[in-house]
């Protein structure tokens, strides 16, 4: 399994930014499509998940002001990040979990995200 995440800019605070992932290969129908994030100095944090029922789980952070969602004929997950503020910078990681019984998870590249005051 490959993930190619895609999306991320410089943007002013109080812009928007949409980041993409697809996954390609051998894609179970059970998983979790996350997106994490990681500042400079600072622990990788999870910031969205959907799983393949579509339920959805935000960190408090970045709730009201992120939608995650996904289009399973393409493989495909995104991120819609509006109202950005200075602290949502980083680099954002897209991440597929498949739980148990191959408990196994996948990375993509980081890209990212640069939200100027």
């Known amino acids: 399994v490959q993930l190619q995440a895609s999306g991320g800019g410089l943007v002013q605070a109080g812009g928007s930014l949409t980041l993409s992932c697809t996954a390609s290969?051998?894609?179970?129908?059970?998983?979790?499509m996350k997106w994490y994030r990681q500042a400079p100095g600072k622990q990788r944090e999870l910031v969205a998940s959907?799983?393949?029922?579509?339920?959805?789980t935000y960190a408090s952070s970045v709730k009201g002001r992120f939608t995650i969602s996904k289009d399973d004929a393409k493989n495909t997950w995104f991120l819609q990040m509006n109202s950005l503020k200075p602290e949502d910078t980083a680099s954002y990681y897209c991440?597929?979990?498949?739980?148990?019984?191959?408990?196994?998870?996948?990375w993509g590249q980081g890209t990212q995200v640069t939200v100027s005051s």
């Open positions: 991440n597929l979990y498949f739980p148990p019984p191959s408990a196994t998870n996948y």
């Open positions: 290969g051998s894609i179970f129908i059970i998983k979790y």
């Open positions: 959907i799983n393949n029922g579509g339920s959805t």
